[in-house]
């Protein structure tokens, strides 16, 4: 079992950063490929980065191509997201995912964990 514990994230203006992390437990986390995903309000969920299990292999959407920065530290059991540039249409809540293989995906069902979330608002 796994359990991830975001946190980061708050309230930015337009063109501000902010650094959100997800904290796992179990010892295999090393094992694991890991994924941001984000939900506005009324909106489906959709896909913003993943990390394969070495990180090696990276993706993100296009939109926050440029913008966002996924890492991985193992040692921590932490993924982050690094987000520069930040628009309003970036605002919702963001959900860490952990899947039980090492490649990465973009897909939701891929993923066999996901965190509670947390708030990222940017205002104009």
């Known amino acids: 079992q796994v359990q991830l514990v975001e946190s980061g994230g708050g309230v930015v203006q337009a063109g501000g950063s902010l650094r959100l992390s997800c904290a796992a437990s179990g010892r295999t986390f090393s094992r694991y490929a890991m994924g941001w995903f984000r939900q506005a309000p009324g909106k489906e969920r959709e896909f913003v980065a993943a990390?394969?299990?070495?990180?090696?292999?990276?993706y993100y959407a296009d939109s926050v191509k440029g913008r966002f920065t996924i890492s991985k530290d193992a040692a921590k059991n932490t993924v982050y997201l690094q987000m520069n540039s930040l628009k309003p249409e970036d605002t919702a809540v963001y959900y860490c995912?952990?899947?039980?293989?090492?490649?990465?995906?973009?897909?939701?069902?891929?993923?066999?964990?996901w965190g509670q979330g947390t708030q990222v608002t940017v205002s104009s």
């Open positions: 995912a952990a899947r039980r293989r090492v490649d990465g995906s973009n897909k939701l069902l891929d993923y066999d964990y």
């Open positions: 990390i394969n299990w070495s990180g090696g292999s990276i």
